[in-house]
T-cell receptor, first 115, second 114 residues
């Protein structure tokens, strides 16, 4: 079945460490997204990518980095510069052509906690 | 700039009662509107979407929503709540900019009691 796989489901980070969250999709979607979810705040966009080797900052990109070397993969690195990284991280993808009326498909998320 | 307001962070209903979750949006151009559902520790699942055409949109699991341009609203309803409807619901808006950038509301948690 086609879908989006995020791993790991739970991740623990020590202070000062960088960690990388994996996101892989087999939907053949061009566009991919990373969101951060905090209780009572909904989803906030971290980074997005419309095509391979190109990505743009979202609303809360500080302390995060991404790469898009393959169409299927869009890993997110939470750097030590992110002072409050504890959150639920969601990856999504969508068909890029067809514009803004295409829905986004979501993975099951990674919950990141600080030790 | 687009924005979405969901009135009520929590809504409680009894099983079999009407479900009404409110969503108002702000957009400078005709919007595309979406409702998503999230079960605990899972991602978001699309319930329904409005793009153009008929203003009453039917989705999965018996949910529907009506786009009212004059009220800038897109409220989600279901005639009869089921225990399995207990989840968090998110309204989202995007504009026709050739690329989808969704703006989400803060979510409404639906509680269903027996």
């Amino acid at each position: 079945d086609g879908g989006i796989t995020q791993s790991p489901k739970y991740l623990f980070r020590k202070e000062g460490q960088n960690v990388t969250l994996s996101c892989e999709q087999n939907l053949n979607h061009d566009a991919m997204y990373w969101y951060r979810q905090d209780p009572g705040q909904g989803l906030r966009l971290i980074y997005y990518s419309q095509i391979v080797n190109d990505f743009q900052k979202g609303d809360i990109a500080e302390g995060y980095s991404v790469s898009r070397e393959k169409k299927e993969s869009f890993p997110l690195t939470v750097t030590s510069a992110q002072k409050n990284p504890t959150a639920f991280y969601l990856c999504a993808s969508s068909i890029s052509s067809g514009g803004s009326n295409q829905p986004q498909h979501f993975g099951d998320g990674t919950r990141l906690s600080i030790l | 700039a687009q924005s979405v307001t969901q009135l009520g962070s929590h809504v409680s209903v009894s099983e079999g009662a009407l479900v009404l979750l409110r969503c108002n949006y702000s957009s400078s151009v005709p919007p595309y509107l979406f409702w998503y559902v999230q079960y605990p520790n899972q991602g978001l699942q699309l319930l329904l979407k409005y793009t153009t055409g008929a203003t009453l949109v039917k989705g999965i699991n018996g949910f529907e929503a009506e786009f009212k341009k004059s009220e800038t609203s897109f409220h989600l309803t279901k005639p009869s709540a089921h225990m399995s409807d207990a989840a968090e619901y998110f309204c989202a808006v995007s504009e026709d900019s050739g690329f989808q950038k969704l703006v989400f509301g803060t979510g409404t948690r639906l509680l269903v009691s027996p």
